[in-house]
Protein backbone atom coordinates (compact mmCIF):
# COMPACT_ATOMS: atom_id res chain seq x y z
CA UNK A 1 0.00 0.00 0.00
CA UNK A 2 1.51 3.38 -0.81
CA UNK A 3 -0.18 5.76 0.59
CA UNK A 4 1.09 8.98 -0.73
CA UNK A 5 0.17 7.52 -3.81
CA UNK A 6 -3.28 8.13 -2.94
CA UNK A 7 -5.62 11.09 -2.66
CA UNK A 8 -7.85 12.44 0.32
CA UNK A 9 -11.54 11.88 0.12
CA UNK A 10 -14.31 14.23 2.13
CA UNK A 11 -15.57 12.67 4.92
CA UNK A 12 -19.22 12.63 4.83
CA UNK A 13 -21.71 12.93 8.00
CA UNK A 14 -21.88 8.85 8.37
CA UNK A 15 -18.40 8.41 7.99
CA UNK A 16 -17.21 6.64 11.11
CA UNK A 17 -13.55 6.60 12.56
CA UNK A 18 -11.22 4.13 11.84
CA UNK A 19 -11.02 1.22 14.13
CA UNK A 20 -8.65 0.19 16.43
CA UNK A 21 -7.42 -2.72 14.28
CA UNK A 22 -7.54 -0.62 11.12
CA UNK A 23 -5.30 2.29 12.88
CA UNK A 24 -2.52 -0.32 13.79
CA UNK A 25 -2.42 -1.32 9.83
CA UNK A 26 -2.09 1.86 8.36
CA UNK A 27 0.25 3.23 11.22
CA UNK A 28 3.20 0.43 10.05
CA UNK A 29 3.04 2.48 6.34
CA UNK A 30 4.22 5.78 7.79
CA UNK A 31 7.40 6.74 8.91
CA UNK A 32 7.96 7.05 12.82
CA UNK A 33 3.93 8.65 13.74
CA UNK A 34 3.09 8.11 16.74
CA UNK A 35 -0.27 6.94 17.42
CA UNK A 36 -2.46 8.43 19.97
CA UNK A 37 -5.84 7.04 21.58
CA UNK A 38 -6.93 9.54 24.14
CA UNK A 39 -10.14 10.77 23.68
CA UNK A 40 -9.99 11.91 19.91
CA UNK A 41 -7.42 9.14 18.11
CA UNK A 42 -4.31 10.83 16.21
CA UNK A 43 -1.04 10.28 15.04
CA UNK A 44 2.03 12.73 15.59
CA UNK A 45 5.29 13.33 14.28
CA UNK A 46 8.16 15.87 15.87
CA UNK A 47 10.47 17.21 13.17
CA UNK A 48 13.92 19.46 13.61
CA UNK A 49 15.64 21.34 11.34
CA UNK A 50 19.15 23.39 11.36
CA UNK A 51 17.19 26.60 11.95
CA UNK A 52 14.23 28.50 11.86
CA UNK A 53 13.89 29.51 8.17
CA UNK A 54 14.50 25.37 7.19
CA UNK A 55 11.60 24.79 9.92
CA UNK A 56 9.00 27.46 8.02
CA UNK A 57 9.80 25.90 4.54
CA UNK A 58 8.97 22.84 5.69
CA UNK A 59 5.60 24.07 7.31
CA UNK A 60 5.04 25.85 3.76
CA UNK A 61 5.41 22.59 2.27
CA UNK A 62 2.95 20.86 4.51
CA UNK A 63 0.52 24.00 3.54
CA UNK A 64 0.79 22.99 0.12
CA UNK A 65 0.34 19.40 0.67
CA UNK A 66 -2.74 20.05 2.78
CA UNK A 67 -4.35 22.47 0.28
CA UNK A 68 -4.06 19.80 -2.38
CA UNK A 69 -5.45 17.27 -0.42
CA UNK A 70 -8.34 19.47 1.53
CA UNK A 71 -7.28 18.21 4.97
CA UNK A 72 -5.03 20.34 7.37
CA UNK A 73 -3.32 19.09 10.42
CA UNK A 74 -1.98 20.73 13.28
CA UNK A 75 1.04 22.50 13.46
CA UNK A 76 2.82 23.37 15.87
CA UNK A 77 6.75 25.00 15.47
CA UNK A 78 9.27 26.05 18.60
CA UNK A 79 12.53 27.47 16.55
CA UNK A 80 13.53 25.23 14.72
CA UNK A 81 11.33 22.03 16.22
CA UNK A 82 7.78 21.44 14.31
CA UNK A 83 5.49 19.41 15.51
CA UNK A 84 2.73 17.67 13.10
CA UNK A 85 -0.67 16.15 14.45
CA UNK A 86 -3.51 14.59 12.49
CA UNK A 87 -6.99 13.42 13.07
CA UNK A 88 -10.31 13.98 11.05
CA UNK A 89 -12.09 16.18 13.58
CA UNK A 90 -14.92 16.32 11.53
CA UNK A 91 -15.37 12.32 12.80
CA UNK A 92 -14.02 12.69 16.05
CA UNK A 93 -10.95 10.55 15.52
CA UNK A 94 -8.84 9.00 12.60
CA UNK A 95 -9.45 8.06 8.51
CA UNK A 96 -7.74 7.02 6.02
CA UNK A 97 -6.79 10.60 5.18
CA UNK A 98 -4.65 11.26 8.02
CA UNK A 99 -2.49 8.42 6.70
CA UNK A 100 -2.58 9.87 3.31
CA UNK A 101 -0.84 13.28 4.63
CA UNK A 102 1.26 11.63 6.71
CA UNK A 103 2.83 9.62 4.36
CA UNK A 104 3.20 12.78 1.95
CA UNK A 105 4.49 14.97 4.78
CA UNK A 106 7.25 11.63 5.24
CA UNK A 107 7.81 11.91 1.47
CA UNK A 108 9.13 15.77 1.98
CA UNK A 109 12.33 13.70 3.45
CA UNK A 110 13.12 15.82 6.63
CA UNK A 111 15.40 14.71 9.95
CA UNK A 112 13.14 14.24 12.95
CA UNK A 113 13.32 15.15 16.04
Not at 32 to 61: C, G, P, T, Y
Not at 86 to 103: C, P, R
Request: proline share 3%.
Amino acid sequence: MDLKEKKCTPCEGATSPLQNSEEDSLIQHVNDWSLERDKEHHIHKKFKFADFKQAMQFVNAIADIANDEDHHPDISISYNKVGITLSTHKIGGLSENDFIVASKIDNLHVQEA
